[in-house]
């Protein structure tokens, strides 16, 4: 029977939890958390103890001014100081209590938004930090478990409901798992690959779009293409590769650069046929494979194919797609003595994880540079900066932004030592 007395009693204890952190109370914290978790939410303004802590530290307009007045300012800056050490502590007690970092309140923002709207710093650095913890553990236990189970979703369900068979259960409840993809969007079925392979194109001057809308690539990604294509193929007469046509923004501008052999890896059957339809298959140097770089990619491996760059740059995939790619394949694929220098080829991909947000974009920037280092690699970042798309109508008739951030993180990677 529902009884009415429970729910005044949760939404006490949630109130006293969410003020103690919006004062950050932190001997009532503490206590409070014994009892009850950190991710309890408001059930109007959708705060989190996180989103409390952090949005007391908004600067009050009306004391700024009479500080101003007063010629106190000093003082208010000195206060300002004091309440976001204060707030430093809050959060990080509440991260040890199993906050989870991305939860949204009621206007769409996670406590990172918050903290980086305001300016606060290290505070919002303290949430990325949160983010990359909780999304490497979750890749790790992913790991785990397909170690322990199989790799089917029927089988993870059955391990999630049989308990004491032996085999390791996985649930993350202080964790949320972020399925960032390069362009695509997370839960939507749109843009998962085979739906994504299966789907007609739609080739326009500007953009290449599929059956659901979903921009696939973009002509405002040029100046990213370009100075990627400068990073990787910096000489003529160099050997590169190519996954993911698109376009052919990346693959014009790689044939200026006269390569000695260009292989493109595609899987789209629309966009083959564009290839052909514009000879890319008798331009110098070019060699087409057809099919998903997973089938492709083992035989060059096994061929010996040696490159002095490879770009990626693929849709409809998400980061563990790109992750395998790096951590199995790109060590096999480029010459540790090639370059225009001999001192080793580099590696590069477009860097779209999470790019509708910057937290998370910031979490995955530090993700993909570990596992990368894990992988062998050395990364220098490049920041690019990408003009205002809202104001030039680039979403006009797409389905959804891919792109809100003013700056473009480009990453090229080599050999580490
Ligand atoms: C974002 S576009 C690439 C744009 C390209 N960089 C350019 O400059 O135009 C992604 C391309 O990857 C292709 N693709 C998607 N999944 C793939 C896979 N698993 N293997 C090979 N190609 C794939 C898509 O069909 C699409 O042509």
Redesign the pocket.
């Known amino acids: 029977m529902h009884d009415p007395a429970f729910d005044i009693e949760t939404d006490l204890s949630t109130q006293s939890i969410l003020l103690a952190a919006a004062n950050h109370d932190i001997p009532a914290l503490r206590n409070l958390l014994r009892n009850s978790s950190a991710n309890v939410q408001d059930s109007e303004t959708g705060f989190t103890p996180l989103h409390a802590a952090i949005a007391a530290c908004e600067p009050d307009e009306d004391e700024k001014t009479a500080a101003q007045a007063n010629g106190k300012e000093a003082d208010a800056k000195e206060a300002g100081k004091e309440e976001i050490e204060a707030a430093t502590k809050t959060v990080k007690l509440l991260f040890e209590n199993g906050a989870i970092w991305n939860d949204l309140d009621a206007n769409g923002e996670t406590p990172g938004c918050i903290a980086q709207r305001l300016g606060l710093t290290e505070l919002y650095e303290l949430c990325v930090d949160a983010g990359v913890r909780a999304e490497l553990l979750l890749s790790r236990l992913d790991e785990y478990q397909l170690l322990v189970g199989g790799d089917s979703d029927e089988e993870d369900d059955e391990d999630e409901e049989e308990e004491g068979d032996g085999e390791v259960e996985v649930t993350a409840e202080d964790v949320e798992i972020l399925d960032v993809s390069?362009?695509a969007a997370q839960g939507d079925e749109s843009t998962e690959?085979p739906n994504?392979?299966a789907s007609n194109l739609t080739f326009d001057r500007d953009r290449?779009t599929d059956d659901a809308g979903n921009g696939?690539?973009m002509e405002w990604?040029t100046t990213l293409?370009r100075r990627s294509a400068e990073l990787l193929a910096p000489a003529p007469g160099l050997r590169v590769l190519?996954?993911?046509?698109?376009?052919?923004?990346?693959?014009g501008i790689l044939q200026e650069k006269q390569p000695k052999a260009h292989h493109i890896?595609?899987?789209?059957p629309d966009?083959l046929k564009r290839m052909r339809e514009q000879g890319w298959d008798k331009k110098p140097g070019v060699v087409i494979h057809e099919?998903?770089?997973?089938d492709v990619v083992p035989g060059l491996v096994e061929k010996g194919e040696l490159f002095d760059g490879i770009?990626f740059?693929?849709?409809?995939?998400e980061y563990k797609?790109l992750r395998e790619f790096f951590t199995e394949y790109v060590i096999g694929l480029l010459d540790p003595s090639g370059g225009p220098d001999g001192e080793g080829g580099r590696f590069g991909f477009?860097n779209g994880m999470g790019a509708d947000r910057q937290i998370v974009y910031d979490v995955y920037g530090k993700i993909v540079e570990m596992d990368l280092f894990e992988a062998g690699f050395d990364t220098e970042w490049e920041t690019i900066q990408v003009p205002d798309l809202d104001e030039q109508g680039e979403w006009q008739g797409v389905r959804r932004k891919y792109w809100v951030l003013e700056e473009y993180r480009l990453p090229t990677c080599s050999f580490i030592g």
Do not use: C, K, P, S
Request: aromatic residues 14%; without cysteine.
């Open positions: 390069q362009e690959n994504y392979l290449l696939v690539m990604e293409m190519n996954v993911g046509h698109g376009m052919g923004i990346i693959d890896i595609e899987a789209h966009v099919g998903r770089w997973q770009y740059d693929t849709f409809a995939e797609a477009f």
